[in-house]
């Protein structure tokens, strides 16, 4: 990885998204690092095989240390609307994905990790309470955010409307239990080698 800056790897070592965390110092977003790891023999990690290494990394060499706080913030509940859910489950594509400023398409995801990728656009943290399991293939089209740089000008839905419409799931606003990732201590500059 080149020219990553620690809050990135911070956030991928630990799987937390950058709004679920805090105690950052000012330099851990603009600071840049090259970082070169192998792990013995060929074999190629999945994400989850990777944290605990790069958290040891992280600890190693900048010293990071953290601690987990559990909060309560406004937010939504990611439940099934009334009709039910009108998912595609997939059919074996391998995981991929995107977010444009108008549609969010994944294939090859849980709804667990969706409602973590559908917070961006809502601003709000979102807790899973559909109570669906495996996997599914995910499009949904809606009209961008109406902004002064930026005028909704549209026929599409509302985010809201189109993730009721299209996958057959609705937000509800409530106070939802969120894990936060408090930095205590990061070292601007790594020991060596």
């Given at each position: ?17 950058w709004h679920r965390t805090t105690g950052w110092p000012d330099w851990i ?165």
């Open positions: 990885m080149h020219y990553a800056s620690l809050a990135y790897l911070i956030c991928m070592a630990y799987g937390v998204d977003n603009t600071e840049r690092y090259d970082f070169n790891a192998k792990v013995e023999g060929d074999m190629l990690l999945t994400q989850e095989q990777m944290q605990p290494l790069l958290q040891n990394l992280l600890q190693e060499r900048f010293h990071v240390k953290v601690h987990h706080e559990h909060k309560i913030v406004p937010g939504y509940a990611l439940v099934i609307a009334k009709g039910g859910p009108k998912l595609q489950p997939n059919k074996g594509a391998p995981f991929h994905g995107m977010i444009g400023n108008s549609e969010i398409r994944f294939w090859n995801e849980s709804i667990k990790s969706f409602a973590l990728i559908f917070e961006t656009p809502v601003e709000r943290p979102i807790v899973d309470r559909t109570g669906l399991e495996g996997t599914y293939d995910l499009d949904l089209n809606f009209a961008p955010e109406d902004t002064p740089s930026n005028p909704a000008d549209s026929k599409l839905p509302d985010i809201f409307t189109a993730l009721h419409e299209q996958l057959g799931l609705k937000l509800v606003p409530q106070k939802v239990p969120i894990d936060f990732l408090v930095i205590d201590h990061a070292d601007k500059i790594p020991t060596e080698n």
